[in-house]
T-cell receptor, first 114, second 112 residues
Framework: DADVTQTPRNRITKTGKRIMLECSQT?????MYWYRQDPGLGLRLIYY???????NKGEISDGYSVSRQAQAKFSLSLESAIPNQTALYFC?????????????FGPGTRLTVL | KQEVTQIPAALSVPEGENLVLNCSFT??????LQWFRQDPGKGLTSLLL?????REQTSGRLNASLDKSSGRSTLYIAASQPGDSATYLC???????????FGAGTILRVKS
């Protein structure tokens, strides 16, 4: 089984709908991240969490909210989806802050907002 | 604000060629630089991580260099194969929070 899983893998929704994307990990990592990827742009950080009680905004948090239900679960919500939130969304995890620590990514969720 | 640029945006080469992908960043105050590979439907996989105190890292046919003072990194792929076809992303880690700043990527196609 994959270490970092995302559900759903694909979602089509309509403008104004509330959407939740879920991320689960079995790596035992404390740090979790949500990114979005748009064509021609790099991944951009939406939110990140260092543990269950620590949630931080990234560079593009407007229109999004998150919930860290447990060490292994980190959910991203779009309260009222709009078409420019159509993108590929990635969840990632990391062990800690060492200069050699890398992030491990899930397979992504492709979200289309009509 | 840290910005990361990758050149070229896309590259198509015949099998067997050696190739170089370029990455530049605007702020030299980084902890490390990573090269990732992205395959459709499979997320990102870390290929090489170069710490700020290092000059290069090698893994098999891949070699990545880092010149922090000039804000540049290159990924060298030797004897390219069709299986190397993917998008290659460069990312720098900021000093706080293990946050990564990504470039837009280079789409590589290796033709058999």
């Amino acid at each position: 089984d994959a270490d970092v899983t995302q559900t759903p893998r694909n979602r089509i929704t309509k403008t104004g709908k509330r959407i939740m994307l879920e991320c689960s990990q079995t790596k035992g990592h404390d740090r979790m991240y949500w990114y979005r990827q748009d064509p021609g742009l790099g991944l951009r950080l939406i939110y990140y969490s260092f543990d269950v009680k620590d949630i931080n905004k990234g560079e593009i948090s407007d229109g999004y909210s998150v919930s860290r239900q447990a060490q292994a679960k980190f959910s991203l919500s779009l309260e009222s989806a709009i078409p420019n939130q159509t993108a590929l969304y990635f969840c990632a995890t990391a062990l800690g802050g060492s200069s050699t620590d890398t992030q491990y990514f899930g397979p992504g969720t492709r979200l289309t907002v009509l | 604000k840290q910005e990361v640029t990758q050149i070229p945006a896309a590259l198509s080469v015949p099998e067997g060629e050696n190739l170089v992908l370029n990455c530049s960043f605007t702020d030299s105050a980084i902890y490390n630089l990573q090269w990732f590979r992205q395959d459709p439907g499979k997320g990102l996989t870390s290929l090489l991580l170069i710490q700020s105190s290092q000059r290069e890292q090698t893994s098999g046919r891949l070699n990545a260099s880092l010149d922090k003072s000039s804000g540049r990194s290159t990924l060298y792929i030797a004897a390219s194969q069709p299986g190397d076809s993917a998008t290659y992303l460069c990312a720098v880690r900021l000093e706080y929070g293990n946050k990564l700043v990504f470039g837009a990527g280079t789409i590589l196609r290796v033709k058999s």
